[in-house]
């Protein structure tokens, strides 16, 4: 029976969203914009990388011209490789949202046909009443933030008056989502996971979709780091998802990174913690070795948006994927015969994009294995066409949402 592997290069958008100017992104353009700048040596970096983007692996399974067809334009500065090994499209997003539940669980089958909500961009974020209860039921003094924010310039910003006072750093983005940062140690993890909780109950009733806890370490403001601690408390999804299905057909979903979480532990076999690209990797790979005839590995592949995209931090972002890229053989080298590769993405995070918010773009969709061949799927309708190609793959009732292109 064969075996199936999901990696989310998360906020990996390749432009042309349809429904782009609806949320302020008419132009964005992760990869072509990334491109561009390795182009004309605005990415390069000491100690780094220089100049153009270089992605050979990718190229070879049809990155370039899947880019090409979803934005108009082919990635500048990047060789065009004359032989493709994969098949290669691309999908726009259906679901109302351009947030990381929304665009995983339409991954897997489930997109989201419902409004989330969201806090006000002016004055304070949060209703003075969610604020009081929360402080009432979990004991602390107050709230410092309560704002749209980055996460490492608010941790900057209020971190030494949290270690002072004891009161939790709130904030929030233009996403659906409620983030806490707090000190490891001053605060304690245990206990900013207990706020969180009581924060997830709180929030319901507003269908906000996701609680972060956001733990840091440091004594000063130049040495205050965010951890890999992180822990997302989630909705769970509306119907069930790929996962559940695979789950209920006796199946084993071994997720790692933060897709647990972001399914909020439903349709979930295993959880598998790693902290950055490279550790991701590894823990795949091991997966990889481990999964049995008829399994799933779901990776989610977080610092290209939580690192790179949400920082705009160009350089960083280009390093990644030629890092990543990289590595790609050793995925390759794990491979038995009828498995599956699909590589994707989740949103767009374009670094050269005004604020520091996800962008609404198409993702990418790259699928390869042994003997599968390469052809040229086109622009697909939903995401979650990639959902159902894997549950015909792995040979379980697909669901009504989205198409196999297998």
């Not at 071994?254 to 913690?273: E, P």
């Not at 977080?302 to 990644?320: K, L, N």
Request: proline fraction near 7%; glycine fraction near 12%.
């Amino acid at each position: 029976m064969p075996r199936a592997f999901l990696f989310v290069l998360d906020s990996f958008g390749v432009g042309g969203a349809p429904d782009a100017a609806t949320y302020g992104d008419e132009g964005a353009d992760t990869l072509g914009h990334i491109a561009e700048f390795c182009a004309a040596g605005a990415a390069d970096r000491d100690g780094l990388r220089s100049g153009p983007l270089q992605l050979p692996n990718l190229s070879a399974l049809g990155l370039l011209h899947l880019a090409k067809a979803a934005s108009g334009r082919f990635p500048q500065g990047m060789p065009v490789p004359e032989k493709l090994y994969a098949i290669f499209g691309s999908a726009s997003e259906v679901s109302r949202g351009k947030d990381t539940p929304s665009g995983h669980w339409e991954i897997a089958g489930t997109p989201v046909t419902f409004d989330w909500g969201y806090f006000p961009t002016e004055g304070d974020a949060f209703p003075s009443d969610l604020v009081e209860s929360l402080c009432a039921a979990a004991d602390v003094p107050g709230i410092l933030g309560n704002c749209h924010a980055s996460g490492t310039d608010i941790i900057a910003r209020h971190g030494a008056e949290h270690i002072r006072t004891g009161k939790p750093i709130c904030y929030t983005s233009s996403d659906s989502v409620f983030q806490v940062a707090a000190h490891e140690t001053h605060f304690g993890l245990d206990r900013l996971m207990t706020f969180c909780r009581i924060a997830r109950a709180l929030l319901d009733p507003l269908n906000i979709g996701r609680v972060i806890a956001r733990p840091f370490v440091g004594e000063t403001p130049s040495r205050f780091e965010r951890t890999g601690n992180r822990r997302d408390f989630s909705v769970p999804p509306p119907e069930p998802t790929l996962l559940d299905r695979l789950v209920k057909e006796g199946r084993s979903v071994h997720a790692v990174g933060k897709i647990g979480d972001i399914f909020a532990h439903q349709g979930v076999s295993r959880v598998i913690k790693a902290n950055g690209n490279q550790a991701l990797m590894d823990a795949t790979l091991q997966a990889m070795d481990t999964a049995e005839d008829g399994d799933l590995v779901f990776t989610n592949f977080v610092d290209f948006d939580m690192v790179y995209g949400h920082r705009r931090d160009v350089p960083g972002y280009a390093a990644a994927l030629e890092a990543f890229d990289a590595r790609l053989p050793e995925v390759g080298g794990k491979l038995k015969p009828g498995d599956l590769v699909i590589l994707t993405a989740d949103h767009g995070c374009d670094p050269t994009w005004r604020g520091t918010d996800h962008t609404r773009e198409r993702v990418p969709i790259i699928a390869y294995g042994p003997g599968l061949g390469s052809r040229d799927i086109g622009i697909r309708r939903t995401y979650a066409d990639i959902g159902e190609t894997i549950a015909r793959h792995l040979r379980i009732p697909t669901g009504p949402n989205g198409r196999s292109f297998l």
